[in-house]
């Protein structure tokens, strides 16, 4: 199970942070650590889009969009994924779902989900 958390609503220009707790995980294949993560989002009336993904490594990529000013990151001792987000723009506004993936971390695709937490950024 991947628990979101730390949505909001923020006025433009403002900080979050999202956070993804892994509980009574699907470790069969293993501990946290060893799980590709990433944060995904969708807007209303548009596709589910990657928004950043971290390794087994502590290797982090991001959608363009969000260079510069999103930062994922991990804590493997505490099963818990985050996303810092800075510099909010109101294009930000979407539900941001956690994601998991054993060990393949090479693209957007994952298998465990998340249930959401939402992100509303006003002008």
């Known amino acids: 199970q991947l628990v979101e958390s730390g949505g909001g609503s923020v006025p433009a220009g403002g900080s979050l942070r999202l956070s993804c707790a892994a509980s009574s995980y699907t470790y069969s294949s293993g501990s946290f650590s060893n799980y590709c993560m990433g944060w995904f989002r969708q807007a209303p009336g548009k596709e589910r889009e990657g928004v950043a993904r971290i390794n087994l490594f502590l290797t982090t990529t991001y959608t363009d969009s969000v260079k510069g000013r999103f930062a994922i990151s991990r804590d493997n001792a505490k099963n818990t994924l985050y996303l810092q987000m800075n510099t909010l723009k109101v294009e930000d506004t979407a539900m941001y779902y956690c994601?998991?993936?054993?060990?393949?971390?090479?693209?957007?695709?994952?298998?465990?989900w998340g249930q959401g937490t939402q992100v509303t950024v006003s002008s």
């Open positions: 994601a998991a993936r054993w060990v393949s971390c090479d693209s957007w695709n994952f298998t465990y």
